[in-house]
């Protein structure tokens, strides 16, 4: 009796390892870049899960919760390239554990060597990356247009012969909230007494020289038409605290603002942007979170240029910046201070040139 029941045991077991052996493997997608980078690689996503089925995402532990909801992604694995896993030894571990995975094929939008190498030493056999990268590396390599927007540059990727399917042109990002971020975002703005329309400001950067300084003014503007949440990380909170204490210095009676800088997750963020009139945001991950729900945005741009590929492209989206300054842009990314000292990029945008930019959005008109 024992025996036969062995048997059939080790029957089922077979047919369960045939079973899983005719599941495919999911490609794997690395991009461990900033935030708003993350953001900007979801229509690739997309357009790869049209061919492979939904796709394993390596990126950071900050962007991995964006992820986990994502429609086109399986599963995301954070790496913690700065911190726990930090140098070779780190690299190696992530290496083997994707070794044991088999993926039969890794894309490589950022265009890093660690990435590289990561695909490389995880015995990957096709591996995908753009020309400007590390095609030494790489088993097949794409251009990457040097024009147009960064998203676009990214789906250069998906593109190849054996792909049937056609990657979007003019494509936006696409974030997935989940009921409990939504719950907790109504939940912050009933208990701060906010009613919609409201309007999202986004005071902050990691970079100090794309900080437009006038948020506090324009707050103290705007909720004369509508109450405004301040949104950002906890590194943000000071900025946050200007801009409510802006509406306390002029007394104004029956406006309200708000700080959520450091209340809120990533995911809960993006759900209370969802929700907003309109965002004003610097050159920063704020805007590609409102790209990506839908909500029209005002980007204020200073050191860099949306020429770069990084700027809005919505139909009611509005970028405000000043013309003719010979030092701008004055690098890609945009350095922690201005380097001439002067910062006229930003100083020179008035909070009116913001309102005006904010009332063609059609925002206001929703209001009244």
Request: charged share 20%.
């Amino acid at each position: 009796m024992a025996g036969a029941l062995r048997a059939l045991c080790y029957r089922a077991a077979a047919r369960a390892a045939r079973f899983i052996a005719l599941i495919p493997t999911p490609a794997l997608i690395i991009q461990t870049a900033f935030l708003g980078d993350v953001v900007l690689t979801t229509p690739l996503l997309a357009a790869l899960a049209q061919r492979h089925g939904p796709v394993d995402v390596i990126t950071t532990p900050a962007a991995a919760p964006l992820l986990e909801s994502h429609p086109a992604v399986r599963r995301v694995i954070p790496y913690d390239k700065k911190g726990k896993s930090h140098g070779f030894t780190g690299l190696l571990a992530l290496a083997h554990r994707l070794r044991a995975e088999r993926y039969p094929v890794a894309y490589l939008p950022h265009r890093s060597l660690r990435s590289a190498v990561l695909a490389l030493l995880a015995r990957i056999p096709t591996r995908v990356g753009f020309h400007d990268g590390w095609p030494l590396f790489y088993t097949e390599v794409r251009r990457r247009p040097a024009e147009g927007h960064e998203i676009d540059r990214i789906l250069a990727l998906a593109e190849s012969p054996a792909f049937t399917g056609r990657a979007p042109r003019h494509a936006t990002p696409t974030l997935e909230t989940t009921i409990a971020d939504r719950g907790t975002a109504d939940g912050f703005l009933r208990e701060h007494g906010i009613a919609e329309p409201f309007a999202v400001l986004a005071p902050g950067s990691i970079w100090g020289s794309k900080r437009w300084p006038y948020y506090p003014a324009l707050a103290a503007a705007l909720a004369e038409r509508m109450p405004v949440v301040a949104i950002g990380s906890r590194d943000d909170a000071g900025l946050g605290t200007e801009i409510v204490r802006a509406l306390e210095a002029v007394g104004r009676s029956g406006s309200r603002a708000v700080s959520a800088c450091g209340q809120l997750s990533l995911q809960e963020s993006v759900a209370l942007i969802a929700r907003a009139a309109i965002l004003v945001t610097n050159d920063s991950a704020p805007l590609h979170f409102a790209s990506a729900v839908g909500t029209p945005i005002v980007a204020v741009f200073g050191p860099t240029i949306p020429e770069f590929g990084f700027g809005p492209r919505g139909p009611h989206d509005r970028v405000v910046e000043v013309d003719g300054l010979p030092c701008r842009p004055c690098s890609h990314h945009g350095p922690p201070a201005c380097p001439l000292g002067h910062h006229l990029c930003m100083k020179s945008l008035r909070v009116e040139d913001v309102l005006q930019a904010i009332e063609e959005t059609g925002a206001l008109r929703r209001r009244d």
